[in-house]
């Protein structure tokens, strides 16, 4: 599903308040699509830069998100970690039209291919 060139993920109501849907790529890791409690949506690399970590299933708390493994905060604006720690994970653009979330196309088929999951521990893929 296509608007204006942008790719129909869901609808906002079916993202979790303070939580994340996970959107599966042809390459690469999955996206992880963000709702806070003002209903602002994000779009973020599954991966906490730290090790690997699904920033899915952490905790949404303002514009940020705290990777269920070691706790880090990663902006959910911009990807960033917060100090004191360092690093980023890639951010994708995201734009909600009459409750439709919506990413970039071209984004979600040339960004953060070359990110490998986590080849042990619980963020591990099998198969």
């Known amino acids: 599903m296509k608007s204006n ?8 109501d079916e993202i979790p308040v303070l939580g994340a849907r996970r959107v599966a790529r042809a390459r690469g890791m999955d996206v992880a699509v963000f709702r ?5 949506v994000f779009a973020l690399l599954d991966r906490c830069p730290h090790k690997g970590g699904p920033l899915s299933q952490g905790i949404v ?11 880090w ?5 911009d990807g960033k970690a917060r100090g004191p720690d360092e690093g980023c994970t890639q951010r994708f653009s995201c734009r909600v039209q009459e409750g439709q979330v919506m990413l970039d196309p071209v984004e979600l088929a040339t960004l ?5 999951p986590p080849v042990a521990g619980p963020c591990a893929r099998h198969g």
């Not at 060139?5 to 906002?12: A, E, L």
């Not at 708390?61 to 706790?71: E, I, M």
């Open 5 to 12: 060139d942008w790719t129909v993920i869901c609808r906002v």
């Open 36 to 40: 806070n409690a003002e209903d602002q």
């Open 61 to 71: 708390f303002g514009t940020s998100v705290a990777c269920p493994l070691h706790n």
């Open 73 to 77: 905060t990663i902006g959910l604006d």
């Open 112 to 116: 953060a291919l070359d990110e490998q």
